[in-house]
């Protein structure tokens, strides 16, 4: 007899669970408050550049195995583009130094024994100094547990970890901090070639995803927004969605894949972080140089990371609360500068979009770490989905996958006797 499982959001967290699932031969109802799939990673039409744009930049990592297995289940790894090898370009905006991280391909960093390959100026020992985010506690914030200063560091590790955590680095966990540096930079070139989806995220993550869903009888619906759950029996009974009351039965499953706010409204006495930081993004319609990579790092600018993309240039700016408020036609022109900085070009300011998203991800301190709850709860047929979950990682795509296809495994695990 087929098992239902229904899915509360359908972002990647969701979607994830729920092809899953799918692919395990639940009969699967997904379930999105919104009249959009893919949450935060999504696309859209832009009336002002004329684009189809992203609401955010998202990298991917060659290593990101749960994102990759996403894709590959709904059939669009190929749309994961980036370069062959692990090489990440740099420019310093106040110097107009330009250089290259080079981590190779192999599975080992052996590239840290190699000057040609390292950041400019740095030594070996600059880079064992790093060891103690390896084994550091998530209780630890990454100022007590590394120098946060230096060439190196505000070459590459401020960077990094400020993309990743999306706070001011010193301030971060270091366990977090941690789980990104074992999975990029010790993890050699194989694990670090940067992907993205050049076509857009939801043509290559979300779309397919319904439509593999469609195709294999689950239902999605929109605008179907879940105002409470009843609960039996220490499980799940209904799922009411306004005056449409939802029956769950008793070896069925459900799994909530929305943001924490709304998750603590469903069930009150949930624990979830509380605290959240901005990220901004911007675009520019401009045929992109030939020669510029398809991203390169910025530093000493207000820009931190630059993307090239068919008739478009894009940039993020993590923790970028100090922004939200800046009039935006000053803003653009700001950001405008530094990429023509940063890409070598000329011009007045182009049509232009910047997206800001307040809450973007939670905030990556120890303390709000903590409040991180992990897939299982109370109620023995209700789990947890999320980048906001304790994933063991920041708030990325590969946590939110890894999140999606953690509470999966759980409501296969309900099988078991």
């Known amino acids: 007899m087929q098992r239902t499982a229904h899915i509360i959001g359908a972002g990647i967290s969701g979607l994830s669970a729920a092809v899953r699932l799918a692919d395990a031969g639940f009969k699967v109802h997904v379930h999105e408050a919104t009249q959009l799939a893919g949450g935060r990673c999504r696309s859209y039409f832009d009336a002002a550049t004329n684009l189809t744009i992203d609401n955010g930049n998202h990298l991917l990592l060659s290593g990101n195995r749960h994102a990759l297995a996403y894709a590959r289940s709904i059939g669009t790894e190929a749309g994961l583009v980036g370069p062959q090898l692990a090489r990440f370009p740099f420019v310093d905006l106040t110097t107009g130094q330009r250089w290259q991280l080079d981590l190779g391909d192999g599975r080992l960093p052996l590239w840290i024994f190699d000057e040609s390959r390292r950041v400019p100026d740095t030594g070996l020992r600059d880079y064992l100094a790093l060891a103690p985010l390896i084994w550091a506690g998530p209780g630890k914030p990454v100022g007590d547990t590394i120098r946060c200063q230096g060439t190196l560091y505000q070459r590459l590790v401020q960077p990094l970890l400020l993309a990743a955590l999306n706070v001011d680095p010193p301030?971060?966990?270091?366990?977090?901090?941690?789980?990104?540096?074992?999975?990029?930079?010790?993890?050699?070139?194989?694990?670090?070639?940067?992907?993205?989806?050049?076509?857009?995220?939801?043509?290559?993550?979300?779309?397919?995803?319904?439509?593999?869903?469609?195709?294999?009888?689950?239902?999605?619906?929109?605008?179907q927004e879940l105002r409470a759950f009843a609960m039996s029996d220490g499980r799940v009974g209904e799922l009411r969605f306004g005056d449409e009351v939802v029956p769950v039965a008793a070896d069925d499953a459900v799994v909530m894949a929305v943001p924490p706010r709304a998750a603590a409204g469903l069930l009150p006495g949930l624990k979830t972080p509380s605290r959240f930081r901005a990220i901004l993004n911007g675009h520019f319609r401009v045929n992109p140089p030939r020669d510029l990579p398809p991203i390169l790092g910025v530093v000493g600018g207000l820009v931190e990371w630059l993307f090239s993309f068919p008739q478009r240039l894009s940039i993020t700016i993590s923790n970028a609360d100090r922004l939200m408020d800046m009039p935006r036609e000053e803003l653009a022109q700001a950001l405008w500068r530094d990429v023509c900085k940063a890409a070598g070009i000329q011009g007045d300011l182009p049509a232009w979009q910047i997206v800001r998203e307040r809450r973007a991800t939670f905030e990556a301190t120890p303390e709000q770490n903590a409040l991180r709850p992990g897939p299982a709860t109370q109620w023995k047929n209700l789990f947890l989905a999320g980048d906001w979950t304790d994933t063991g990682l920041p708030a990325t795509i590969e946590g939110s996958v890894r999140s999606g296809d953690r509470a999966a495994d759980l409501v296969l695990a309900m099988r078991q006797p």
Not at 198 to 221: H, N, Q, T, Y
């Open 171 to 223: 301030e971060g966990s270091a366990g977090l901090a941690g789980a990104v540096v074992r999975e990029t930079l010790l993890a050699g070139g194989k694990a670090c070639r940067p992907l993205v989806a050049r076509d857009g995220l939801s043509a290559v993550l979300v779309e397919p995803a319904i439509r593999l869903l469609r195709a294999k009888g689950a239902e999605v619906r929109f605008e």
